[in-house]
């Protein structure tokens, strides 16, 4: 194996929380990140929470002579808010919205109305292919008590899918954004362990930073410190992921996160820190063997079945819900139909004058209606919900069945994993989808 090349690409990934109107200091920020950027002169930069399409545009503006390639990835009502800048040129850029993404009724939360998403661009450095992903995945508001867990699950496995079945002809792989998963969240597990993608953090061989990598901190001024109970000094939710091929070995160089306070201004970037990470791409004359162990397949099994079984307690909770928004509806149109029943009396009840309460009449039709309606939407909105928990649940019993078919094929005494090279097929990636 020997060496042909060595290339330096610095990456850059941030949740700018960028919400006009609500979020405090957002122009004056967006004037400290366009700085920074500038200044900095990353070769990708990957953005999160830019809601604002305008605010993309004058990011772009001024970092036309730094960044001359950019892409702002449009979903939803307000945008997935997802923003790209490279100093190499964008070939190619795809957007896949999640299927589960929270609750529209919940919209003091807002993810629903982001159309939540992972956008993937394609970019030649030197004579390399990379696939670069950035992401946003729906946000947890409740460790204790967590009602989105398995919408985030899914979006996870989701993740994953998409990773994997696009980037089987690249030579590198990014992935940066806020994933709103904790390091041993089983969402995270779940991404890692069947990509193959190596965290940024745990890899580095020189990391600068906030203690344990914390990427939301309790000192940040536009934090609430009891959101982030019970961990006392913040979390690490924010990454920056890659793996190489068999044509680069890939390593990470250095890590550094911005430490809440920017120099010389009175607030941060962001509630977020920032990432910037240098990652050292070397060319390989050979292919790479395989290095995956009999292990790491079984470790796979067991967070796919676990995984699985989430998905089925949210599937059984939006069942339960469904029904409710059924019988709820069942009771307005019984409550309707025995109104107009009432109304019906003066009409049978001939030469009888009755006084009839025209109010009281309109009052609960309007209220019947509304309950019909609401619950009219609910259901549709909570039978999409179950398709979509129902399919996931399918598709980790797939790949439960065969996981464990190639784990039963693989010699105890064998050193290589046969995901790579299987006794009956050769496959170039470890966990590629069978044909």
Not at 292 to 311: F, M, N, S
Not at 343 to 349: D, E, H, M, R, Y
Not at 350 to 366: E, H, T
Not at 381 to 386: D, S, W
Request: glycine share 8%; with cysteine; aromatic share 10%.
């Amino acid at each position: 194996m020997a060496d042909s090349n060595t290339i330096r690409l610095r990456v850059f990934s941030l949740n700018c929380w960028g919400i006009r109107y609500l979020s405090k200091h957002c122009r004056e920020r967006y004037a400290m990140i366009g700085e920074l950027l500038s200044r900095e002169e990353h070769d990708i930069v990957l953005l999160q929470e830019v809601w604002s399409e305008k605010d993309f545009l004058c990011l772009k503006r001024k970092l036309s002579s730094t960044h001359p390639h950019s892409h702002y990835f449009k979903s939803g009502v307000i945008g997935s808010g997802m923003a790209t800048f490279s100093r190499h040129r964008i070939h190619d850029a795809f957007l896949y919205r999640y299927s589960l993404n929270g609750y529209p009724y919940m919209a003091h939360h807002g993810d629903w109305f982001g159309g939540k998403a992972v956008g993937m661009v394609i970019l030649n450095i030197g004579s390399l292919a990379a696939h670069v992903y950035i992401t946003h995945l729906h946000a947890e508001y409740s460790r204790e008590k967590d009602s989105y867990l398995p919408h985030r699950v899914v979006q996870a496995w989701e993740l994953q899918q998409f990773i994997r079945h696009t980037s089987s002809g690249a030579d590198l792989v990014i992935l940066a954004g806020d994933l709103n998963l904790h390091p041993q969240d089983l969402g995270n597990r779940l991404l890692r362990t069947y990509t193959g993608l190596r965290d940024s953090y745990t890899e580095t061989a020189k990391f600068d930073g906030c203690e344990d990598g914390i990427t939301l901190i309790a000192d940040n001024p536009f934090i609430n410190p009891k959101e982030l109970c019970p961990f006392e000094k913040g979390i690490r939710i924010d990454y920056i992921l890659y793996k190489g091929s068999g044509r680069v070995s890939i390593q990470c160089e250095s890590l550094s996160t911005t430490k809440g306070s920017v120099p010389d201004h009175p607030f941060p970037y962001s509630d977020h820190e920032a990432l910037s990470a240098e990652l050292q791409l070397q060319t390989l004359t050979q292919q790479a063997g395989g290095d995956e162990t009999r292990g790491k397949l079984a470790e796979l099994v067991d967070i796919v079945t676990e995984a699985r079984t989430e998905v089925k307690v949210g599937l059984y909770c939006a069942e339960r819900m469904r029904y409710t928004a059924a019988r709820t509806g069942v009771m307005g149109l019984a409550l309707l139909l025995l109104e107009l029943a009432i109304a019906a009396v003066p009409w049978l009840a001939l030469g009888a004058d009755q006084p009839f309460p025209r109010a009281s009449f309109y009052l609960l039709g309007v209220l019947c209606f509304a309950i019909l309606i609401t619950t009219f939407l609910l259901y549709i909105f909570y039978t999409m919900e179950v398709k979509s928990l129902q399919g996931a649940e399918d598709q980790m019993r797939l790949a439960v069945g065969s996981l464990q078919e190639r784990l039963r094929r693989f010699p105890l005494a064998q050193p290589l994993n046969p995901l790579c090279r299987p006794p009956d097929r050769q496959d170039p990636c470890p966990l590629e989808p069978e044909e």
